[in-house]
């Protein structure tokens, strides 16, 4: 079936690089995403992947695909106070191009 | 663009009364979503639409209704709330962005249901 995994809650000190990471298990999955959260908002789309793609980049993001594996990662670089919020990574499966499935979200806490 | 607007911010229900949770969003997309977010968990489709006047149910759509008169608009109504319906509720609209289509959310709706 259709899931998407990451760990719950990362802890990481300012200026530090934060990995969040995210499994999931349709290997038919065109794109994925990461979304950000912050408290008391709706999603908002980070970046995405293209999943003939292995690695993007997009100035302090980096997204890392083991198509292998199916493994997603995220990481952010020198990571900030404003950085701190939920991740979720969601994968668009090849069969259902309207439908998003969601992790259950990384809440990421950049300590000063 | 506004993008996806969503009212209330907030509601408290008792059990068994009703309400409408209202979503508009001003980009004419065809699709739009309804998800709910319990504590800790992600995302659980209640029903989508793909245009004007065609709605389907997603995963949990039991306790709730939808209907799509126009593309703006997208509400979903709350039949005899129960506490199990507390949560926060998103709406979401899909469009492209880059090379591929996300969805842009609006704020959100929590609701307690008492």
């Known amino acids: 079936g259709e899931d998407v995994e990451q760990s719950l809650f990362l802890s990481v000190r300012e200026g530090d690089s934060s990995v969040i990471n995210c499994t999931y298990t349709?290997?038919?999955?065109?794109?994925l995403y990461w979304y950000k959260q912050e408290p008391g908002a709706g999603l908002q789309l980070l970046t995405y992947?293209?999943?003939?793609?292995d690695m993007k980049q997009d100035q302090r993001l980096t997204v890392l695909l083991n198509k292998k594996d199916k493994h997603l990662s995220l990481r952010i670089a020198d990571t900030q106070t404003g950085d701190s919020a939920i991740y979720f990574c969601?994968?668009?499966?090849?069969?259902?191009?309207?439908?998003?499935?969601f992790g259950s979200g990384t809440r990421l806490l950049v300590r000063p | 663009n506004a993008g996806v607007t969503q009212t209330p911010k907030f509601r408290i229900l008792k059990i068994g009364q009703s309400m409408t949770l209202q979503c508009t969003q001003d980009?004419?997309?065809?699709?739009m979503y309804w998800y709910r977010q319990d504590p800790g968990m992600g995302l659980k489709l209640i029903y989508y639409?793909?245009?004007?006047?065609?709605?389907d149910k997603g995963e949990v759509p039991n306790g709730y209704n939808v209907s799509r008169s126009t593309t703006e608009d997208f509400p979903l109504r709350l039949e005899l709330a129960a506490p199990s319906q507390t949560s926060v509720y998103f709406c979401?609209?899909?469009?492209?962005?880059?090379?591929?289509?996300?969805?842009?959310f609006g704020p959100g709706t929590r609701l307690t249901v008492l």
């Open positions: 979401a609209s899909r469009g492209r962005q880059g090379i591929t289509d996300t969805q842009y």
């Open positions: 639409s793909v245009g004007a006047g065609i709605t």
């Open positions: 992947i293209f999943s003939n793609m």
């Open positions: 980009m004419n997309h065809n699709y």
């Open positions: 969601a994968e668009r499966p090849m069969d259902s191009s309207y439908k998003l499935i």
């Open positions: 349709d290997s038919s999955s065109t794109y």
